[in-house]
């Protein structure tokens, strides 16, 4: 499928409105509204009526305009042969062509008009004709690109009105840290590559948490001499000189079983619970410790446990929990490598006194709404102007912490991606929101996402990219589409995680063997399990599935039909694994409109924020279960009542 950029060459405005089009669709009085459309509106009917016929693998502006001239012109020899118009027109009328031309027509660079445009009738000379200059004009008067911006090297930088206030912003105090806070689409990777033109690129970091995505915002970059790390690099090369050994195991990247720990490190049972689940449970301590600001490892650090723990056996757990982070940080003194990760690193550097090396004047951060609070000690304390980029809404799997108060922050609300459609979407989500920001989300024209909205879930009749909620979701669609004889893709490599995740429900359901995946590491039993999803539909129908007989043979035929890349367009994964990610076309799944449980305030925030984030990924068409705007005021009256 072609992308169109956002260029006058791409783009040709159709005089007609979405409302009129879509009533034409679906209105049993069709032939009646052809009465009382003009001239230039049924010239735009017909010409979509042909969309599907044209070559799909190339531009359609410039064929798409010549026809639409040419019906314009017949129009006007019709009026002036007497002829009648209305009844040639509902001769050639045809629903389905029409239907089919609107669906391919957000995928073209083809936009419908609003109504008052198409009222102004700009479009056409004082002759009647097509007017070829209009959508130059039309173009210049809606683009979200407007202001011009001299670059030190003499080029012209074209930007969002907002955008280029905050670049205005940044040249008038080059060396104090901004923060800015954008909408998803409002441009803030171009702003980003906008900005560092400004910059000295030996001189400038780019930091990020991933090397996909320091991939990503590098080549949108396209700076030679510029610096790119990402946080466990740069915590790596400080750390290097002091304590070498921890950037030598983090290297290796080692591997170190629970039981082999315990027995290393001497841990007992704590009460019921043995020796190697100690260990499992402390790990995840650590782990939960590095992404804290906290400066020691306290009891509210453990994970959810199962089982019933004293005051003194909590006490201990804290004490092993300890245990394992010195061993982990220390230097080496005991007969095996004790594994480091980055956030081990990350954490240890945000406890020094160390900062981001003097030679460089500007750091870069995108994606900042994922940072944890260590990363943020470290950007906040150290010398340079440090520019974040993020937005709270994209932050699905915790609370966003923010950067230090004294620091400036600047909003982008204007999308130069999105239209008006999306208003309706994204802007009931901001509002009902609990606590982030509640700036208004504005479509930048009225091109933009097709909103379809769904009321019986099944798979798609086109293809497209199917978001859900968690694992269950996951596992549920994979039977869908596997059932459908589709063959289908899951999202970011995530196959071997998922496949793991589906074989230990499995096996602990038929066989009662000990799960090893991290949502279900803490579950002995099926029926325990099963108690803590008891408000999950989701989960009762994979388990009526497993009552019924699936078994580990019938998921390796389920997964034939599993591809690295889906050649037919059909794609799988979670909300929580798309962003900075588009799609032609995104279906939210029903299992993302899961109850709240009541007062549960930060379930409901990470609701809102996963529906927020699956919704903005969409590109041409997104379906959206219909009952989205009723759930939206129950589940906000649920997760703010009593429990």
């Not at 791409?10 to 009382?36: C, G, H, R």
Request: charged letters at 25%; proline letters at 4%; aromatic letters at 8%.
């Amino acid at each position: 499928m072609r992308k169109f950029s956002s260029g006058v060459e791409d783009k040709l405005y159709i005089p007609l409105s979405e409302q009129k089009a879509n009533a034409l669709v679906a209105s049993n009085t069709a032939f009646e509204m052809l009465d009382v459309l003009t001239d230039a509106e049924i010239a735009a009917v017909l010409m979509i009526q042909h969309l599907t016929s044209f070559d799909q693998g190339r531009s359609m502006v410039f064929p798409a305009e010549r026809l639409l001239a040419n019906l314009v012109a017949w129009g006007v020899r019709q009026k002036q042969g007497g002829g009648n118009l209305v009844q040639e027109v509902k001769r050639l009328f045809d629903v389905s062509k029409l239907s089919a031309g609107l669906d391919v027509l957000h995928e073209t660079g083809l936009e419908l008009l609003s109504q008052d445009d198409v009222d102004a009738g700009e479009y056409l000379l004082g002759d009647g004709s097509w007017d070829f200059e209009y959508r130059v004009r039309h173009y210049k008067k809606v683009a979200a690109f407007k202001a011009e911006v001299e670059t030190p090297k003499g080029k012209l930088l074209v930007l969002s009105a907002p955008q280029d206030l905050i670049v205005r912003s940044f040249l008038a105090e080059k060396d104090e840290s901004i923060h800015i806070q954008g909408y998803a689409g409002t441009g803030k990777t171009y702003l980003i590559s906008s900005l560092a033109k400004f910059m000295d690129p030996c001189t400038t970091l780019v930091l990020a948490q991933t090397q996909a995505q320091l991939y990503q915002l590098t080549y949108r970059l396209q700076q030679g001499h510029i610096v790119a790390r990402t946080f466990m690099m740069l915590a790596m090369e400080l750390l290097v000189s002091k304590r070498p050994h921890l950037v030598e195991a983090a290297d290796d990247y080692l591997n170190l079983k629970d039981s082999e720990v315990s027995r290393v490190l001497n841990i007992g049972s704590v009460g019921v619970i043995t020796p190697a689940r100690v260990t499992a449970i402390c790990r995840r301590a650590v782990k939960k410790y590095c992404q804290s600001g906290d400066k020691y490892i306290a009891k509210w650090h453990l994970p959810y446990i199962k089982e019933d723990v004293t005051p003194v056996d909590v006490a201990i757990l804290v004490q092993y929990t300890e245990r394992i982070w010195e061993a982990t940080i220390s230097p080496p003194v005991y007969e095996v490598k004790f594994p480091v990760r980055g956030f081990h690193l990350i954490k240890y550097l945000s406890l020094t006194e160390e900062v981001i090396p003097e030679s460089f004047a500007h750091v870069i951060v995108d994606e900042s709404h994922d940072l944890s609070r260590p990363i943020l000690k470290i950007l906040d304390r150290s010398p340079q102007a440090v520019i974040t980029l993020g937005d709270e809404y994209q932050c699905i799997n915790g609370p966003v912490f923010k950067r230090s108060k004294n620091i400036r922050q600047r909003d982008i609300t204007l999308s130069v991606r999105a239209g008006k459609n999306m208003e309706n979407i994204l802007n009931p989500l901001i509002d009902a929101h609990p606590t982030k920001i509640k700036l208004p989300f504005e479509g930048g024209s009225n091109d933009g996402t097709k909103v379809v909205y769904y009321d019986v879930s099944k798979v798609p009749d086109r293809p497209s990219t199917i978001l859900v909620d968690s694992e269950w979701g996951m596992f549920e669609w994979f039977q869908r589409l596997s059932h459908a004889g589709l063959r289908f893709a899951l999202l970011h490599g995530s196959k071997q995680e998922f496949v793991d995740f589906m074989t230990d429900c499995i096996n602990l359901f038929h066989r009662g063997a000990q799960p090893k995946h991290r949502i279900l590491f803490f579950h002995t039993s099926w029926e325990s399990l099963a108690q803590a999803q008891i408000n999950n539909g989701v989960f009762e129908k994979i388990e009526a599935m497993l009552v019924r007989g699936y078994d580990i043979d019938k998921l390796k035929v389920s997964l034939l039909l599993l591809d690295d890349v889906s050649p037919s367009g059909y794609q799988l994964g979670m909300v929580g694994n798309v962003k900075n990610a588009e799609f032609d076309s995104v279906m939210l799944a029903p299992d993302l409109l899961n109850e709240i449980r009541p007062g549960d305030v930060l379930g409901y925030d990470r609701k809102i924020c996963a529906l927020y984030t699956g919704g903005s990924r969409a590109k041409y068409e997104l379906l959206v279960p219909g009952g989205i705007g009723e759930w939206i005021g129950s589940q906000k009256y649920n997760a703010t009542k009593s429990k």
